[in-house]
């Protein structure tokens, strides 16, 4: 009550041994995903096992959803240890900057005031389809790189690259699935740690060559951020290894685990951030920008 009274920010909620609070985002204003409603009780079940509450911003589960937009406030979002973007494609993707957004202009201020105090961000397959015209989110997804396309779904090869991370630990060096395999814009291995890649030759039509990155995480303007390209087939969400890859990264995202290579949590980052690097300057610069 004092914090508010004086006028400071909350800071987000940082998760230390559960109890905690997360919010998936599945609202779509394009082409919808069918596996964003498995996703969406697969990651209320993970936190029913694993400590943490879930609330839910996705009109069409009218069930689960909350009544309004949560994107208020910086303030309010700040209960939420991590924002799960579960495929919510906006159709914004022709580049049109009066179509409308996932997050409108007020919506969109809180939500990188939530970011830049600290805040959780986990991408999940079209999470990289959204908001094409905000080119603050597509650094927050990772180093700009978004959906371009992808090939008719198929066996493909995943390698990972980052085995230390609490997001890949539990997985095989060769992981091999049946999915939909996104190609980007852009390869984003210049400003985010690499957790997997995808083995090209495995299968046809990507289109990225040797070095085609699929889930990745970084620290960005103070927050935290990971991504998994995969995740487009219903029954990926029942597949326990999967599930256990994704609540790493909720984990991780959430202030709960540390480490795994260049990504570190929020109070790592705190301490890079006082001697930012030319990466960190330079992400930091562009994010002033906009």
Not at 65 to 78: K, R
Request: charged share 20%.
């Amino acid at each position: 009550g004092i914090t508010l009274s004086v006028g400071l920010t909350a800071a987000p909620v940082h998760a230390d041994d559960g109890d905690y609070d997360v919010l998936v985002v599945g609202k779509t204003l394009g082409f919808r995903h069918s596996h964003i409603d498995d996703t969406t009780r697969a990651v209320i079940q993970l936190g029913e096992e694993n400590g943490f509450d879930v609330d839910v911003w996705d009109p069409a589960q009218p069930t689960l959803t909350l009544a309004s937009t949560p994107f208020t406030s910086e303030e309010d979002l700040s209960k939420y240890a991590t924002i799960i973007f579960a495929s919510p494609v906006d159709g914004t993707n022709n580049l049109n900057p009066t179509r409308p957004r996932l997050l409108n202009d007020s919506e969109l201020a809180a939500f990188q005031g939530y970011i830049r105090s600290g805040g959780g961000y986990v991408g999940l397959h079209a999470a990289t389809d959204s908001m094409h015209t905000v080119p603050w989110y597509s650094e927050l997804t990772g180093g700009g790189a978004r959906f371009r396309n992808h090939p008719a779904q198929q066996t493909a090869t995943m390698r990972v690259e980052s085995p230390t991370h609490p997001s890949t630990e539990m997985l095989p060096t060769e992981w091999v699935r049946f999915d939909e395999w996104y190609n980007y814009t852009t390869n984003p291995r210049e400003d985010v740690h690499v957790l997997i890649t995808l083995d090209e030759s495995t299968y046809t039509g990507g289109s990225m060559g040797a070095d085609h990155p699929l889930a990745w995480c970084h620290n960005f303007e103070g927050g935290r951020s990971w991504y998994e390209g995969a995740g487009h087939t219903d029954v990926t969400w029942t597949d326990p290894l999967f599930l256990s890859h994704v609540l790493g990264g909720i984990e991780w995202t959430a202030g709960l685990t540390t480490g795994g290579g260049d990504c570190v949590t929020f109070g790592e980052g705190r301490e890079a951030h006082r001697r930012p690097g030319r990466g960190a300057r330079r992400r930091r610069a562009r994010g002033r920008q906009r």
